[in-house]
C-alpha cells in the first residue's frame, strides 16, 4: 500500500533535522527541505530537464540577440526592438525561422545541464564544509558555479558555434548536418572550440555573479531553503538579469568568434578566420567604439531573465519532486 500523505511530510521533516549519518542538519547548508544526501542521479535529472526548458521556451528571443549582436548587419536584419525583430522575422522569413538552430540547442543542452547542476551542487557542498562547516558561502557558491561552467561549456560550445551560425540572417546552411559538414569540412574541427576560452571567459563571471545572486537572493527571500516556487523564480530572474548584463559585452565577442561575420571581417581586411578573446575584442571595438560591446544587451537580458528563472524553477520542482519519490520508497509501504 502506498504512503500516506502525512507519513511523506513527516518523511520530508525528520531529513531536515537528520542527515543518512544521524548528524543535525543545517537548514543554512541545504535548501528545499532536502536532505543533504541527495542524488547525483537526481541533479542530473533536474539539471537536464532545467535546461532544455530554459533553452526552449525562450529561444526565439535568443536568435532575436544574435542577429542584434551583429556588428555590420545586412540592411533587411536592422532591428530597433526585440519585438520589432520577432515581427519582421516571422512576416519576411516564416513562422518557424525564429526557431531554426533549436534541435542542436536541445541535443546539447540536456547532457550540458546535467554535468552543470551536479557539479554545481556537489562543489558547492564539499567547499562550505570547507569555508563555512557547512554553512552557506558565498565564495564556495561562486566558486562550484565558475567549475560547472568549464564542463558545462565543453559540451555546449559546439552546439553554439552550429547554434549561431543558423540563427543569422541569410544563412546558408540548409540545416544542422549540412552545416556541422560544411564547417568541419572548410575550417576543421577546432571552428567548433575556437570561441571556448571566450566563452569561459564570458560564463565563468557570469556563472559566479548568477550563483552568488541567486543564493544571496534565497537567503532574504527563502531563509529556511524550503521548496518555494515564487522565491526561486523571483531569485532566478534577478539573477538572470544582472549576470547578462555585466558580461554582454564579452557576449558580443564571442558571437563574432561564432559566426565569423564575414561582411564585418572583410571590412577590417581581415583574410582567412578570427581566432582569440583579444582579436575579437579590438575588432569589435574598431567595427563600432565602446557601444559595439553592447549591441543585444537589451535581448540577452530580456532572454536571461524568464530563461533563469524557468530553469531554476523547474530544476528544484524536480529535485524536490525526484527526492520525494526516494523518500518514500525508502521509507516502504505504509500501515495496512
Not at 561564432?258 to 577590417?268: D, H, I, K
Request: neutral net charge; contains cysteine.
Amino acid at each position: 500500500m502506498e504512503l500516506t500523505s502525512d507519513s511523506v511530510v513527516a518523511t520530508l521533516e525528520m531529513s531536515q533535522i537528520k542527515s543518512k549519518d544521524d548528524e543535525p542538519f543545517n537548514s543554512d547548508g541545504d535548501y528545499e527541505s532536502l536532505p543533504p544526501h541527495v542524488s547525483v542521479a537526481t541533479h542530473m535529472t533536474a539539471g537536464a530537464v532545467a535546461g532544455i526548458l530554459e533553452h526552449t521556451v525562450m529561444y526565439p528571443v535568443d536568435s532575436v540577440k544574435t542577429r542584434m549582436q551583429s556588428l555590420q548587419p545586412d540592411p533587411n536584419a536592422q532591428y530597433r526592438s526585440v519585438y520589432e525583430a520577432l515581427k519582421r522575422i516571422i512576416q519576411t522569413e516564416g513562422i518557424f525561422r525564429p526557431l531554426r538552430g533549436l534541435n542542436i540547442t536541445m541535443m546539447g543542452a540536456g547532457p550540458a545541464h546535467a554535468l552543470y547542476f551536479a557539479c554545481y551542487e556537489r562543489v558547492k557542498r564539499s567547499l562550505s564544509d570547507v569555508i563555512q562547516s557547512g554553512g552557506n558561502s558565498h565564495l564556495a557558491n561562486g566558486m562550484a558555479g565558475s567549475v560547472a561552467t568549464v564542463l558545462h561549456d565543453a559540451v555546449m560550445n559546439p552546439a553554439e558555434v552550429v547554434k549561431q551560425r543558423m540563427q543569422m540572417y541569410n544563412s546558408p546552411y540548409r540545416g544542422l548536418l549540412d552545416c556541422v559538414r560544411t564547417v568541419t569540412r572548410t575550417e576543421g574541427v577546432g571552428a567548433f572550440y575556437r570561441s571556448y576560452s571566450t566563452q569561459l571567459t564570458m560564463n565563468i563571471p557570469f556563472q559566479a555573479v548568477h550563483f552568488i545572486t541567486y543564493e544571496l537572493m534565497q537567503e532574504h527571500l527563502n531563509p529556511h531553503r524550503h521548496y518555494h516556487p515564487g522565491s526561486h523564480i523571483v531569485s532566478g530572474a534577478v539573477a538572470g538579469a544582472v549576470s547578462a548584463a555585466i558580461t554582454t559585452p564579452l557576449d558580443v565577442c564571442k558571437t563574432l568568434l561564432n559566426t565569423q561575420e564575414n561582411v564585418a571581417l572583410n571590412s577590417m581586411n581581415i583574410s582567412g578566420h578570427l581566432t582569440g578573446m583579444a582579436n575579437a575584442f579590438r575588432t569589435v571595438y574598431r567595427l563600432g567604439g565602446i557601444a559595439a560591446f553592447f549591441k543585444g544587451v537589451q535581448a540577452r537580458i530580456i532572454y536571461q531573465m524568464p530563461s533563469t528563472a524557468i530553469a531554476w524553477s523547474v530544476y528544484e520542482f524536480f529535485k524536490y519532486f525526484l527526492t520525494k519519490q526516494q523518500l518514500e520508497q525508502e521509507a516502504g509501504p505504509g500501515p495496512l
